[in-house]
């Protein structure tokens, strides 16, 4: 279940992609994104596979702070919180303790990959996804279908849906499977707490 959330994280909130529609749109959706320099959200995680009798399903916060990171909480059916920051990706415990994750490059790319796509940065759209950009800034939604073969193989497209802010995420795999995240009650994030501010090594 992390792998896929990650590979998530990788591929859909910070998409290199090669605009093929509306190239305008792409930017205006982009640019929104960025304009929100700190976020939380509620989000709803459904994996479906053909191997699964029904079903995965987990909850949990999304915390995401521009040019520091996010927080991904986990609540439900099982509780894990992580920090990615551009420089590392880290598990915090109950204490506020963050413990390495492994596999600590990949992660991170994923982190930085991100922290691109919600800080609106266009030039870092054009390179590994073709994309179709559909609606209007009010409502859009971002098609993308990989480019390289390798990752074709794997993964056959991801739809991102949103408006003001970025409401859903839908990829699906080659495989069968299919992860569909939907964000709710995503606001301005407010003051951090402490350990928000510890776990993305603020001051």
Not at 136 to 149: C, G, N, S
Request: charged share 20%; hydrophobic share 40%.
């Amino acid at each position: 279940m992390r792998r896929l959330m990650l590979l998530l994280l990788l591929c859909c909130l910070a998409p290199l992609a090669r605009a093929q529609a509306d190239q305008p749109l792409l930017q205006n959706v982009l640019a929104e994104l960025g304009r929100h320099a700190a976020v939380r959200a509620d989000f709803t995680q459904t994996r479906s596979n053909p191997a699964l009798d029904k079903p995965q399903v987990s909850e949990g916060r999304l915390l995401f702070v521009l040019g520091h990171g996010m927080l991904w909480q986990t609540g439900s059916h099982y509780q894990e919180t992580l920090a990615l920051t551009r420089s590392r990706t880290a598990r915090i415990d109950t204490d506020g303790a963050a413990r390495p994750v492994r596999s600590e490059r990949g992660v991170s790319q994923v982190s930085q990959m991100l922290q691109g796509m919600l800080g609106g940065k266009v030039d870092e759209a054009l390179r590994q996804f073709d994309v179709q950009a559909s609606g209007t800034p009010a409502d859009w939604t971002l098609h993308f279908v990989p480019r390289q073969e390798r990752v074709a193989r794997v993964l056959g497209s991801i739809s991102l849906e949103g408006n003001d802010y970025l409401q859903g995420i839908t990829i699906a795999m080659q495989d069968g499977a299919r992860t569909e995240i939907r964000f709710a009650h995503t606001r301005d994030a407010g003051a951090l707490t402490a350990l928000e501010k510890r776990a993305l090594g603020q001051p």
